[in-house]
C-alpha cells in the first residue's frame, strides 16, 4: 500500500503539465496564508514580513487582483480593528505594489468608501480612525490617478515635479491646493491617533498602541514628500503671482508646517519609532516665500528606514514538507497522496526538492531588498550631496560675512586715522595758545615798563587791556576744545578696542562653526562609507547564495532519476485528483456561471437605475430649459415693446406700476430659493420652473407697464424709467440664457434682478402724485370742502353783481349805463348757469361715491380714488377762482378801472375750468345717469352764458369807442402826415409789444406745465430742473391738475396776482 512499484509510462508524461497550475495554487495558497495572517482581529501591529509577501505577490503578478480577490472576502463589518488593519495594508500595497495596484484599487472605491461610511456612523474608537483612513485612502488614489507623473510611494526628482506643474499658472496653482487637501488628509489621520493615545511615551511599548500607531510610519513618508513638493510648488508661486493673491495659500501652509512639526516631534519621543523609522527635524521657522532667495536655504526632509533585522521564517506558511495535512487547510495533490496511500518512499528527496524551490523565492526576495537597499543607499547618497551643497553654500555665506567684516575694519582705521588728523589739529591750536601767552607776557613786561607813562598812555592801556581780556577768551575756548578732542580721542579708543573684541569673537565663531560642518561632513561621509560596506557584503552574501544554489542544483540532477521513478507511483493518486478535479471544475464553474450571471443582473439593475436617473434628469433639465425659453420669448417680447411705435398710445398709472414692481420683486426671493434646490438636487426643478413662470410674466409685466407709465411723465424721469427698463429686461434675459446652459446655470445669479426692479419700484414711486397739504384720510372732507366753498364763491359773486348794477343805476347814464347793465346781466345769468352746474356736479358726484363704495366709507372711496379726488379738487377750485375774478374784473370795468379784454379772458377761463369739472365728474360716473345728462346740460349752458358775456363785452367796448370819433378839422397837411408817421410808429411799437407778449404768454404756459408737473411728481423740491420737452414721435396728455402750491386763503383774498390757472382734462 505505500508503493506502487510499476508505474505507466503515460504517468511520468503527465508530470510536467501540472507544474504551472500547481505553481499558481501554491502562489494563491501563500498569498491567502499572508493576508489572513497580516489582516485579522488581534490588536496588534502588522507584521512586516507578511505585508512584504503581499506586495511581493503584486510584482509577481503585476497587480492586485488576488489581493482584492481575498479582500473583499474578509469580514470588515464585523470588526474595527480588522478594517483598521485592511486599510494599513492597502497603504502599504499602494506605497510599494506594483504600479498597476493603482488601477485595480481605483475599481474597489466604492468597497472602501462604503467601509469608511459604515464605521463613521458608529461610535467606536477605531471606527472613527477608519473612517478617517479611508478618506485618506480614497484622496490617495484620485490624486495619483489624477496625476499619474507621481507613483503612489511620492518619491520623484525635481525635474519631475516641474514637468507636472508645468508653466501655466493655473495648473501650479490647483496642484498646490491638491497636495495641501493630500496633506490636510495625512494629518488629519496623525492627529485623531495621537488623541486616542495617552500622552505618556510607555503607551508606544504596548501592543495597542503599536496597532494604531503602525500606519504612521506610511504617513511620516508620505508628508516628508508632501511637504517638499508644497514648498517647491510655493516658491514658484510667488514668482508668478502678487504676494496679497497668495495670502490664504501662505496661511494653509503655515497652519500644516506647524501641526507637521509637531507631529513629527512628538513620533520622534516615542520609542516605537525609534526602531523602526528615522525622523526628520524640520526648520524652526517656516519658509519665507517673499523672499526668493529662501529657497537656497530649504532643505528636503528624507526619511530614512533603518536595516531590518532578519525574522524567523515559518517554513509551514510558504511550504508543505511533512508527512500529513494540517487539519483547518484545504488538501492538495500531495495530501490526498498521502491520504491514500500513506508516506511515500524516498521523502528526503521531495524535501530537498521542495527546498530548492523555497531557496529560489528566497534568492528572488533576496534580490528584490537587494535592490531596495541599492535604491535605499542612491537616495541616501543623494540626501547627503544635498546637505553638503547646503554646507558649502552655508560656508560661502560665513565667508561673504568675514569680507563684510574686513571691510568694516577697514572703515574703523579710516575713522581712526581722520581722529588723528582732528589731534594733531588740536596740537596746532595748543602751539597758538602757548604763543598767545607770550604775547600776552611781552605785554605785561611792557606795561610795567610804561607804567610811570600811564597818564600819556591811558588809551594805550585801555586798548591793551581789551586785547588782554580778547586773549583770555581764546584762551579758554582752546582749552575747551583740547578737553573735547580727549574725550573724542577716548571714546574712538574704547570703540575700536570692542569692535576688536567682536571681530575676534566673530572669527571664533566661524572657526568653531566651520570646524562643527567638518565633523558633520566627516560623520556623513563615515555612514556613507558604512552603508558602502553593508552593501558590498550584501553582494558578497548574494554570491555565496549564488554558489550554494549551484551546489544544490547539482545534487538536484543527481537526485532527478529517483525522482522520476517516484512519478510513476502518482499516477494512482494523479487518478483520483483527476476526476475530484473534475467534479470541482464542473462546481466552480457552475457557481462561477451563477455568480456572472448574478453580477450580469446587478449590473444591468444598476445601469437601468443609472439610465433612468440620467434620464430624469434631462427630463428635468428639459423642462427647465423650456421654461426659461418661454420666459426668454415672454421677456423679450416686453421689451421689444419698448421700441413698437403702436405702444407710445398705451399709457399706466405708477400706482399700478408700482404694484406690479413690487410683484416682481417678491418673485425674486423664491426664484433664488427654487435655483439653490435645483442646484442641490437636480433630479426636482418644480420650484424652480414655478418661480421662474410667474417671475417672467411679472417682470414682463412690470417692463411693459414700466414704457406705458414713462409715456405720461416728464422726459427725465421718463428716460432713467425706460433706461431702467431695458435694463431690468436685459438682465432677465442674461438669466434666462444661464438658465438654459447646463454649464452656466451654476454661476447664475438670480439675486441680480432685485437692483433693477428696485430702480423701477423708486421711480414708480417718485412719479406717483403727492398731494401737497392734504393727506389720503382728509381728501374726501377736502372734497366737499372745496365744492362748497365754490358754491359759496359763486353766491358770492352774484351778490356783489347785483350791488354794482345797483351802483352802476346811480352813478352811470346813456350809453355807459345801457352797456354796465349789458355785462353785468350777462354776468349775472353766467353765475346762475354756474352755480347750477356746481349744485348738479355735486349730486353727480353723491350718486358716483354712493355706487362705486361699496361696504367702504365715503372717505375710503376717496382715498381709494386719489387721482380722480385730486381732479374734482383741483376742477372746483378753479371754478371758484374764475368766478371771483370775473366779478373782480366786471367791478373793475364797470368803475372805469378796468379793462374789457380782462372780462373777456375770465369767461375763456370759467368756461375751460367748468368743461374741467364736468370731465372730472363724468369719468366715473354711469353713462345712463340722469344727473350726468343734466350736468352736460348745464356744461353746456354755461358754455352759451360765457359767450354772452363775451358778445356784451366786445360790443360794450365798441359802443364806447364809437362815441370818440376823429376830428380832423383844422389839421393841415402837414399834419396829417406828421399824425400818420407817428400813427405808423405807434403800430410798429404796438406789434412789436404783441409779440413780446406773444412770447411771454408761451413762456408763462410753458411754466405753468412745468409746475404742474412739478407737482405731480415727486421732483417738487427741485425746482432748478429743466423744464420737460415732449419726446419726438410721442402726443403727451397735459399732467393731471393741481391745486396751487400756496397756503389755503378765502376766495375774497383772491386776486390777480395770483396768477392764472389753465384748465385741463385729465385722462383717466
Known amino acids: 500500500m505505500n508503493s506502487i512499484k510499476n508505474v505507466p509510462a503515460r504517468v511520468l508524461s503527465r508530470r510536467p503539465g501540472h507544474s504551472l497550475e500547481a505553481e499558481r495554487e501554491q502562489f494563491d495558497k501563500t498569498q491567502a496564508i499572508s493576508i489572513s495572517k497580516a489582516i485579522n482581529s488581534q490588536e496588534a501591529p502588522v507584521k512586516e514580513k507578511h505585508a512584504r509577501r503581499i506586495i511581493l505577490g503584486t510584482h509577481h503578478e503585476k497587480g492586485a487582483f488576488t489581493f482584492w480577490s481575498y479582500a473583499i472576502g474578509l469580514p470588515l463589518p464585523s470588526s474595527s480593528i480588522l478594517s483598521w488593519k485592511f486599510c494599513h495594508v492597502l497603504h502599504k500595497v499602494l506605497r510599494d505594489g506594483h504600479p498597476n495596484v493603482l488601477h485595480d484599487c481605483q475599481r474597489y472605491r466604492s468597497n472602501v468608501r462604503e467601509i469608511g461610511d459604515l464605521w463613521g456612523h458608529l461610535r467606536d474608537q477605531y471606527g472613527h480612525l477608519v473612517n478617517i483612513y479611508t478618506k485618506l485612502l480614497l484622496t490617495k488614489i484620485s490624486f495619483h490617478l489624477k496625476h499619474p507623473q507621481f507613483p503612489a510611494g511620492l518619491e520623484v526628482t525635481d525635474e519631475v515635479l516641474e514637468k507636472a506643474a508645468g508653466t501655466d499658472v493655473n495648473n501650479i496653482f490647483q496642484l498646490t491646493v491638491e497636495m495641501f487637501d493630500y496633506m490636510d488628509g495625512e494629518l488629519k489621520l496623525s492627529e485623531s491617533v495621537f488623541r486616542q493615545l495617552n500622552t505618556a511615551i510607555a503607551v508606544s511599548q504596548m501592543s495597542s498602541g503599536q496597532c494604531r500607531l503602525a500606519p504612521l510610519i506610511q504617513v511620516i513618508q508620505d508628508c516628508s514628500h508632501l511637504y517638499h513638493y508644497t514648498v517647491k510648488l510655493m516658491f514658484k508661486l510667488h514668482s508668478c503671482l502678487p504676494a496679497d493673491t497668495l495670502q490664504g495659500h501662505r496661511d494653509r501652509f503655515h497652519e500644516q508646517f506647524h501641526s507637521l512639526k509637531n507631529f513629527f516631534r512628538r513620533a520622534s519621543d516615542m520609542l516605537y519609532f525609534k526602531r523602526l523609522i528615522q525622523i526628520p527635524r524640520l526648520p524652526e521657522g517656516p519658509p519665507n516665500f517673499l523672499r526668493a532667495s529662501a529657497l537656497a536655504e530649504h532643505i528636503k526632509p528624507v526619511v530614512v528606514i533603518p536595516e531590518e533585522a532578519p525574522e524567523e521564517e515559518e517554513p509551514e506558511n510558504l511550504i508543505e514538507i511533512s508527512s500529513g495535512p494540517p487539519a483547518a487547510e484545504p488538501g492538495v495533490v500531495a495530501d490526498l497522496f498521502d491520504q491514500t496511500f500513506g508516506p511515500p518512499n524516498g521523502s528526503l528527496k521531495d524535501d530537498r526538492d521542495l527546498q530548492i524551490e523555497n531557496l529560489k523565492r528566497e534568492v528572488e526576495t533576496l534580490r528584490a531588498e537587494l535592490e531596495k537597499i541599492k535604491m535605499e543607499a542612491q537616495r541616501y547618497i543623494s540626501q547627503l550631496k544635498g546637505q553638503v551643497n547646503a554646507l558649502e553654500a552655508e560656508l560661502e555665506e560665513q565667508r561673504k560675512q568675514k569680507q563684510k567684516a574686513l571691510v568694516d575694519n577697514e572703515q574703523l582705521r579710516h575713522e581712526l586715522a581722520q581722529l588723528q588728523a582732528l589731534q594733531l589739529e588740536g596740537a596746532r591750536n595748543q602751539g597758538l595758545r602757548e604763543e598767545a601767552e607770550r604775547k600776552a607776557s611781552a605785554t605785561e613786561v611792557r606795561y610795567s615798563k610804561l607804567k610811570e607813562k600811564h597818564s600819556e598812555l591811558i588809551n594805550t592801556h585801555a586798548e591793551l587791556l581789551r586785547k588782554n581780556a580778547d586773549t583770555a577768551k581764546q584762551l579758554t575756548v582752546t582749552q575747551q576744545s583740547q578737553e573735547e578732542v580727549a574725550r573724542v580721542k577716548e571714546q574712538l579708543a574704547f570703540q575700536m578696542e570692542q569692535v ?477 402826415k406828421k399824425q400818420e408817421m407817428e400813427t405808423q410808429v405807434r403800430v410798429l411799437e404796438l406789434e412789436k409789444t404783441l409779440e413780446a407778449e406773444r412770447v411771454r404768454l408761451g413762456e408763462l404756459r410753458k411754466q405753468h406745465y412745468v409746475l404742474a408737473g412739478v407737482m405731480g411728481t415727486p421732483g417738487e423740491e427741485e425746482p432748478s430742473r429743466p423744464s420737460p420737452v415732449p419726446r419726438s414721435g410721442a402726443t403727451k396728455k397735459p399732467p393731471l391738475a393741481q391745486k396751487p402750491n400756496i397756503a389755503p386763503r378765502q376766495d375774497s383774498q383772491l386776486d390777480k396776482k395770483d396768477g392764472v390757472y389753465p384748465a385741463q382734462l385729465v385722462n383717466y
Open 500 to 976: 576688536k573684541r567682536e571681530s575676534e569673537m566673530k572669527m571664533e565663531e566661524q572657526s568653531d562653526q566651520l570646524e562643527k560642518l567638518k565633523q558633520e561632513l566627516a560623520a556623513k561621509t563615515g555612514e556613507l562609507a558604512r552603508a558602502q560596506e553593508a552593501l558590498s557584503r550584501t553582494e558578497q552574501s548574494g554570491s555565496e547564495l549564488n554558489s550554494r544554489l549551484d551546489t544544490l542544483t547539482a545534487e538536484k540532477d543527481a537526485l532527478s532519476g529517483a525522482v522520476r521513478q517516484r512519478e510513476a507511483e502518482l499516477l494512482a493518486a494523479q487518478s483520483l485528483v483527476r476526476e475530484k478535479e473534475e467534479a470541482l471544475s464542473h462546481e466552480q464553474q457552475r457557481s462561477s456561471q451563477e455568480k456572472n450571471e448574478l453580477r450580469g443582473r446587478l449590473a444591468e439593475k444598476e445601469s437601468q437605475e443609472q439610465g433612468l436617473r440620467q434620464k430624469l434628469l434631462e427630463e428635468q433639465f428639459a423642462v427647465l430649459r423650456s421654461a426659461a425659453a418661454e420666459a426668454e420669448a415672454i421677456l423679450q417680447d416686453a421689451v421689444s415693446k419698448l421700441d413698437d411705435p403702436l405702444h407710445l398710445r398705451c399709457t399706466s398709472s405708477p400706482d399700478y406700476l408700482v404694484s406690479r414692481a413690487q410683484a416682481a420683486l417678491d418673485t425674486v426671493s423664491a426664484l433664488e430659493k427654487g435655483h439653490t434646490q435645483y442646484l442641490a438636487s437636480s433630479e426636482d426643478a418644480s420650484a424652480l420652473v414655478a418661480a421662474l413662470t410667474r417671475f417672467s410674466h411679472l417682470a414682463a409685466d412690470t417692463i411693459v407697464n414700466g414704457g406705458a407709465t414713462s409715456h405720461l411723465a416728464p422726459t427725465d424721469p421718463a428716460d432713467r424709467l425706460i433706461d431702467t427698463c431695458r435694463e431690468c429686461g436685459a438682465r432677465a434675459l442674461e438669466l434666462m440664457g444661464q438658465l438654459q446652459d447646463r454649464t452656466v446655470l451654476p454661476r447664475a445669479q438670480p439675486s441680480l434682478m432685485r437692483g433693477p426692479l428696485q430702480g423701477i419700484l423708486q421711480l414708480g414711486q417718485d412719479l406717483k402724485p403727492k398731494s401737497l397739504d392734504v393727506r389720503q384720510e382728509e381728501l374726501g372732507a377736502m372734497v366737499d370742502k372745496e365744492m362748497a366753498a365754490t358754491s359759496a364763491a359763486i353766491e358770492d359773486a352774484v351778490r356783489r353783481i347785483e350791488d354794482m348794477m345797483k351802483q352802476a343805476r346811480h352813478e352811470s347814464s346813456g350809453v355807459k349805463l345801457e352797456v354796465n347793465e349789458r355785462i353785468l346781466n350777462s354776468c349775472t345769468d353766467l353765475m346762475k348757469a354756474i352755480r347750477l352746474l356746481v349744485m348738479t356736479s355735486t349730486s353727480l358726484q353723491k350718486e358716483i361715491v354712493e355706487s362705486g363704495r361699496g361696504a367702504a366709507s365715503q372717505q375710503e372711496f376717496y382715498a381709494k380714488n386719489s387721482r380722480w379726488t385730486e381732479g374734482l379738487i383741483s376742477a372746483s377750485k378753479a371754478v371758484g377762482w374764475g368766478a371771483t375774478q370775473l366779478v373782480e374784473s366786471a367791478d373793475k370795468v364797470v368803475l372805469h378801472m378796468g379793462k374789457y379784454e380782462e372780462l373777456i379772458v375770465c369767461s375763456h377761463e370759467i368756461a375751460a375750468s367748468t368743461a374741467q369739472l364736468v370731465a372730472a365728474s363724468k369719468v366715473k360716473a354711469d353713462k345712463h345717469s340722469p344727473h350726468l345728462s343734466r350736468l352736460q346740460e348745464c356744461s353746456r349752458t354755461v358754455n352759451e352764458r360765457a359767450a354772452s358775456v363775451v358778445a356784451s363785452t366786445k360790443s360794450g367796448q365798441e359802443q364806447i369807442e364809437d362815441r370818440d370819433t376823429m376830428d380832423f378839422s383844422g389839421l393841415s397837411l402837414i399834419k396829417l
